[in-house]
C-alpha cells in the first residue's frame, strides 16, 4: 500500500509545449528529478529529449511518443546496471531541446574592417545581415554550450555566434579583392564564402547555420557624401539638354502646377544663351567671362662649347653680356632643346645678340 503511495507521487507523463519564441532548451522540473520506470515520453515535431543521469549523456529521444523502458533506454540501461524488474523509479535530469530554426538573428560589424580598393586605394568597409540557426546534435549542444542552465534562449548564444561570423567576414572582405562599387552585386557570393568558413567551427557546437546572409556593405558616411557628389556631376554633364526638356514640358502642359517653374527655367536657358551670343562683353561693356591669359612660354636655357667641354646652361640675357664682353661670338657653338646638334651662335637664332656688338676697333 505504501508501495503504490509511492507510485502515486511519481510522474508519468513527460512532455513540453513550447509557447515562446526564443526558447531552445528547456528542462523538464520534477520533484527530486524522480521518473517512474515505464512512464510516457512525448517528444513533438522539432524537438529533441535529452537525458542525463548523474551528470553524463545518456539518452537522446527524436520526436514520438515512448514508453520509459529498458528496450529503448539501452545507455541508461547500461548506466544504471539494473537486472532486476524496472518497477522502481530512477533520478534522471531531461532536457528538451527545440530543433526548429531560429530565424531573423542579426550580425552586424561594430568596427570598421579594413579593405584594399583596387579604385579607391584603403578604404573602411562596414557590414550587416541576417542569418539563422538550428540544433543538429541536441547532445553536443548540450554539453558544450548549455550545461545545467534550466532554460536556455538563442540570445545566449547568438552572442557567440555573432562572434564567430564577424571574424569570417572581416577575413573574406578583406581579401576578396572585388571592388566596392561591386560588392553589392556580389553579396550572395561572399554569403556563401562565409557559410563554408565558418559551418565547422558552428558543427562544433552542435548547431548549423541554414540561411546566412549579407544584407549591404557601406563606406562611411564621409566617403559616401563624396561619391554622391561625384554621381551628381555625372548626371549634371548633360544638364543642357535636361533644362530644355523641361522647358519643353512647361510650354506643352501650360495647366500643370510646372508650368511656372518651366518657364523661369527656360528663360533662365535662354539668358544664358544670349550672354553666350553677346562674346566676352555685356551690354554693360563688362567682361562677362574674362579668359586669363596664356601662361608665358618657357625661356629657352643654351649650352656652350668651349675647348671640348660643355658649360651652361645659360639664359638669353646671360648669352648677351657675354656677346658685349667678348666671351660670346658669332663661331661659338652653341646648343638648345629641340636644336638639332651644335651650330654657330651667328646661325641660329642668337645672330641678332650679335647687331648690337661694335665692330673691332680700327688700329690706330
Known amino acids: 500500500m505504501v508501495f503504490d503511495f509511492l507510485k502515486g507521487e511519481f510522474i508519468d507523463v513527460i512532455s513540453w509545449r513550447d509557447d515562446s519564441r526564443d526558447t531552445m532548451v528547456w528542462r523538464f ?3 527530486g528529478n ?3 520506470y515505464g512512464a510516457k515520453l512525448t517528444v513533438r515535431e522539432g524537438q529533441a529529449a535529452v537525458f542525463v543521469h548523474e551528470g553524463q549523456l545518456a539518452d537522446v529521444f527524436g520526436p514520438g511518443l515512448y514508453m520509459l523502458e529498458t528496450n529503448n533506454m539501452p545507455i541508461m540501461t547500461t548506466l544504471q546496471h539494473w537486472d532486476h524488474g524496472f518497477d522502481s523509479p530512477f533520478k534522471s ?5 527545440n530543433t526548429t530554426r531560429f530565424n531573423d538573428q542579426k550580425w552586424g560589424t561594430k568596427n570598421p574592417i579594413m579593405a584594399r580598393d583596387p579604385e579607391f586605394g584603403p578604404v573602411r568597409l562596414r557590414a550587416f545581415g541576417t542569418y539563422s540557426m538550428r540544433v543538429t546534435d541536441p ?3 548540450l554539453t558544450e554550450i548549455v550545461g545545467t542552465d534550466g532554460e536556455f534562449t538563442a540570445d545566449e548564444i547568438s552572442f ?3 562572434n564567430v561570423i564577424l571574424q569570417e567576414v572581416s577575413q573574406v572582405l578583406a581579401k576578396s579583392g572585388i571592388p566596392v562599387l561591386d560588392m553589392a552585386a556580389n553579396t550572395a557570393d561572399l554569403g556563401r564564402i562565409v557559410t563554408q568558413a565558418i559551418g565547422p ?4 557546437y552542435g548547431l548549423t547555420i541554414p540561411e546566412f546572409y549579407i544584407e549591404n556593405i557601406s563606406l562611411p558616411e564621409e566617403v559616401e557624401k563624396v561619391l554622391d557628389k561625384r554621381t551628381s556631376i555625372g548626371i549634371a554633364g548633360d ?6 526638356f523641361n522647358a519643353a514640358e512647361g510650354i506643352a502642359n501650360p495647366a500643370s502646377g510646372t508650368g511656372a517653374m518651366m518657364g523661369a527655367g527656360m528663360a533662365a536657358g535662354m539668358g544664358a544663351a544670349m550672354a553666350q551670343t553677346m562674346g566676352p562683353w555685356g551690354s554693360g ?6 579668359s586669363p591669359p596664356p601662361p608665358p612660354p618657357a625661356a629657352k636655357l643654351w649650352h656652350i662649347a668651349v675647348n671640348g667641354e660643355t658649360k651652361g646652361p645659360f639664359s638669353e640675357a646671360d648669352l648677351a653680356a657675354m656677346a658685349q664682353s667678348g666671351g660670346l661670338s658669332r663661331a661659338s657653338h652653341v646648343w638648345t632643346a629641340g636644336q638639332d646638334g651644335w651650330k654657330a651662335a651667328g646661325e641660329t637664332e642668337l645672330a641678332r645678340l650679335f647687331a648690337q656688338v661694335p665692330p673691332p676697333a680700327p688700329a690706330g
Not at 567551427?201 to 562544433?204: Q, T
Not at 561693356?285 to 574674362?290: D, F, I, K, T
Open 93 to 97: 535530469e531531461i532536457y528538451f531541446v
Open 201 to 204: 567551427k558552428i558543427a562544433d
Open 239 to 244: 544638364l543642357n539638354r535636361y533644362m530644355q
Open 139 to 141: 547532445g553536443k549542444f
Open 160 to 162: 557567440q555566434i555573432r
Open 285 to 290: 561693356g563688362v567682361a562677362a567671362s574674362a
Open 34 to 36: 524522480a521518473i517512474k
Open 29 to 31: 522540473e520534477r520533484r
